[in-house]
């Protein structure tokens, strides 16, 4: 009695303990909420031999509303532990049974469950009973897993959560079923029109006729899909062909585009270029060519030209470089007009104009020098040149005067020089240096230029004169006439 008694006093000193768990036992964890599963192990009181799994799940199914898993013991000797209430516990257990090894079935059919000491014995004896009880465990596991096809261990909570679950799946397959059980009735109930041999047999041969007939038509329709399927690779054929041609087309577009647009810029160019020479060619058409080359004015007492005097005057004895010059622009101009109206208007006398040493020929050929110095008493040559260029330049003036005649130019309009020529006078004065004063001689070359104005303006209002474009000499040309000029002057040297 006192040991017992003693017993109970350490069973219950023990309760009121928490319960220790072996770091030897193996964890599992809830599959479904993944909370840790302990192992722990029971005493007598709750663990009795020859109870089955069920009546194992009742008894902690009453004391506990959480999940266990509750190992028989494994040595004699050793107190049981008590099992701790459920407040006291935050995991969740499952509950084993004894090894699922010892439950097992005889021949006639009786379950037969070893007692306490029936099961532990075969364990002390090979010194393996826990380790049984984790395969026995594990095996019921995957069993489990197998059969419900759904993973264990499972918590009670998830467990409830998966019954209600399983509770509802079979209420709807109940449902469904009694809607079927309804529809075969109401099948049932209705009649039947069932046909004869002969109609059966008509509606096989219709149908199978159908069915020929669709064959046909499916045969007719893969052997058209078979044609479109080959058109239409040939259709894919050319398309990428077009769409090579197309790519190449843009190309050669964009090219041609290029090429325009430059071609277009170049002409625009060229046409603007063409309006500015245009309009510079209109100005100088507007320009007097000879009268920009030739001008002739005044000087006080002397007559004018490219401002070269021509005359002298006792009291401005005038250099005869710038006489001679006068006289070279003089001829040069004269010629110029003269030469231009060939063969219509009778060149009989000819000025050669050579700079600042002109030269006038006759009618027989015969030269005569305008050019200075000469002897103010006896100067016959001089005199001679100047009288051929007034005897030409009323050739020029007559000429032009019956060149407005055949334009039907009235005859008060007709063209007549200011100052009238007669022989070698212009106006009374004459144009002889020898025995003739510097005064009359200085006026009568002053009058002469006034006509040979007269005549340039004529010249330039009644033709097209293009001097650069008409009788500009060519480079051989103009050299042979320098490699002339240089043995005339080495001739007369």
């Given amino acids: 009695m006192k040991k017992s008694s003693s017993n109970n006093m350490v069973a219950a000193a023990d309760k009121t303990r928490a319960l220790p768990v ?3 036992l193996p964890r599992w964890v809830c599959q479904n909420c993944h909370h840790t599963l302990s192992i722990t192990g029971v005493d007598d009181s709750t663990y009795r031999p020859g109870s089955s799994m069920h009546g194992a799940g009742s008894v902690l199914g009453s004391r506990m509303d959480q999940s266990f898993v509750v ?74 897993t197998t059969q419900t096809q759904v993973e264990q261990p499972l918590c009670l ?28 009735q109401r099948l049932e109930g209705e009649p039947r029109n069932l046909l004869t041999e002969a109609d059966f047999l008509r509606e096989k041969l219709k149908i199978e006729e159908e069915e020929r007939k669709l064959e046909a038509a499916i045969q007719e329709t893969e052997k058209q899909c078979s044609q479109v399927t080959g058109e239409l690779k040939e259709l894919e054929l050319k398309s990428n062909r077009f769409k090579e041609l197309e790519e190449r087309y843009w190309h050669e577009f964009n090219n041609f585009q290029f090429q325009l ?14 309006e500015v020479s245009q309009a510079h060619l209109e100005l100088l058409k507007r320009t007097n060519v000879l009268n920009d080359a030739f001008p002739i004015w005044y000087d006080g007492e002397f007559g004018t030209i490219n401002n070269f005097r021509l005359g002298r005057l006792p009291k401005i004895p005038v250099e005869w470089d710038e006489i001679n010059a006068a006289w ?38 015969n030269t005569y020098e305008l ?61 002889t240096q020898s025995f003739n004063k510097q005064e009359s001689w200085t006026k009568a070359l002053k009058y002469t230029l006034c006509n040979l104005k007269w005549a340039l303006y004529w010249f330039v209002g009644n033709t097209n004169f293009q001097p650069l474009l008409s009788q500009v000499p060519s480079s051989s040309s103009s050299t042979s006439l320098h490699r002339k000029q240089q043995q005339g002057s080495k001739t007369t040297s």
């Fill in 371 to 431: 050019f200075g110095p000469v002897n103010l008493f006896w100067s016959t040559r001089y005199d001679k040149a100047m009288t051929l260029f007034l005897t030409c330049l009323k050739d020029f003036a007559e000429f032009a005067n019956s060149k407005d005649k055949e334009n039907n130019i009235p005859a008060d309009k007709c063209f007549k020089l200011p100052y009238k020529i007669e022989n070698d006078k212009v106006e009374s004065y004459s144009i």
């Fill in 328 to 365: 070279g622009q003089a001829c040069l101009l004269l010629h110029t007009m003269s030469q231009y109206f060939r063969p219509k208007y009778q060149y009989r006398i000819k000025i050669l104009p050579m700079g600042s040493y002109p030269r006038i020929m006759d009618t027989g050929n």
């Fill in 157 to 184: 909570e998830c467990m409830r959560v998966l019954s209600d679950k399983l509770d509802k799946e079979v209420e709807d397959v109940n449902t469904d079923i009694k809607a079927y059980e309804a529809c075969l």
């Fill in 261 to 274: 647009i430059s071609h277009q810029e170049e002409r625009d160019a060229i046409l603007a270029k063409i």
């Fill in 71 to 144: 190992l028989p013991k494994q040595k004699p000797g050793i107190p049981p532990r008590p099992v701790q209430s459920v407040k006291a516990m935050e995991e969740s257990f499952v509950v084993l049974p004894p090894p699922a090894a010892s439950v097992y079935k005889s021949a006639d059919g009786t379950t037969h469950v070893p007692s306490h000491d029936e099961s532990t014995a075969p364990a002390r004896a090979n010194n393996s009973g826990f380790h049984s009880t984790i395969t026995v465990l594990k095996r019921a596991f995957e069993i489990a």
């Fill in 22 to 24: 072996d770091p030897n």
